[in-house]
């Protein structure tokens, strides 16, 4: 688990539009992950 002020490491998800976009597409700009738990379970 990274500690605050680390840097996360990269990664590729696709967007709602069925594009790929990196963490490092955003390098420089302020950017808020958001993580939940999967719907219907427990978490």
């Excluded at 500690?3 to 790929?20: H, N, R, V, Y």
């Excluded at 420089?28 to 379970?41: D, E, Q, R, T």
Aim: proline share 7%; hydrophobic share 35%.
């Amino acid at each position: 688990m990274p500690t605050i002020g680390e840097l996360a490491p990269d990664f590729e998800l696709l967007s709602d539009e069925g594009k790929k976009v990196r963490l490092s597409d955003f390098r420089g700009k302020k950017v808020i992950l958001y993580f939940y738990p999967k719907a219907g379970s427990s978490g």
